[in-house]
């Protein structure tokens, strides 16, 4: 036979093993029912760890009431860990034991670790780095976004001031300050786009600048005695060499890894000469 005790506080279901408290009509094994924020707690008396399970009217609860980590376990093993500072472990206990700035969630492990962002075939992943939630400029202020568009369409993306400031496209050629890049392997625009079109097969590096009253500009910057150099090399490093002596303001042209042409500070020029005139 059933049992109900005072209307319906506890009632066991007879037909169905199912118990109720709160409701005489339980739908669980152990149905909990109450308009007052019902609850179910498991307390351990050694150190008083409270465990609770509960129902709000627009929310539900599960974790620690008192001053204890949350473990959730699968298979008899933590799987992931929330400590009484909110931090989260997946495969660790310890999140807080880590870097402080950095702890928040901590993934770990004895042997390679991961994480994985899984999108559309033609959607984007995103990793947001944001600081309120007013706009484009609070709610992803920076952030890595993979695109998964087809062909030359998929990309990354790096942004900062929630601006997009590097990509690297399908081919693995680079774009800094541009979205089209032209270049074979580096375009680097600071400007307008002049558009220029490159030789694929052989332009490996652009620098491009549109402003009228700008350069495209590349500088090499060196100690004071120190020596800015551009070298040519195939299967001999710097074959060919420009170098810039910044102690004696000597500019050096080599080929076949011999000087052959400098020009000093005084803007003399030495052809197969170094220090004194032939």
Known sequence: DDLNVDSGSLFVDASTDRVGIGTSSPSYPLHVAGSTNPIIAVEDTTNNVQTILRALDSVGFVGTQTNHPLYL?????TASTIDTSGNVGIGVTNPSSYYANGNDLVVGGTGSQGITIKSGSTNQGIL????????????????????????????MQFAVGATERLRIDSSGRVGIGTSSIDAGKLHILNGSDVGFTPNTSFDA?????????????????????????IGFSDTVRNRGLISYAHSSDNMLFSTARSERMRITSEGHVFFGATTSFP
Request: net charge negative; hydrophobic share 35%.
């Open 73 to 77: 376990v699968t298979n008899g093993t």
């Open 128 to 155: 947001a780095f944001a600081k309120g939630t007013s706009g484009g400029s609070e709610q992803y202020a920076g952030y890595i976004l993979y695109n998964h568009g087809s062909g030359s369409a998929e990309h």
């Open 205 to 229: 590096l652009v620098v491009e600048n549109g402003n009228s009253s700008q350069g495209a500009v590349i500088q090499l910057v060196a100690a004071t005695n120190g020596v800015g150099e």
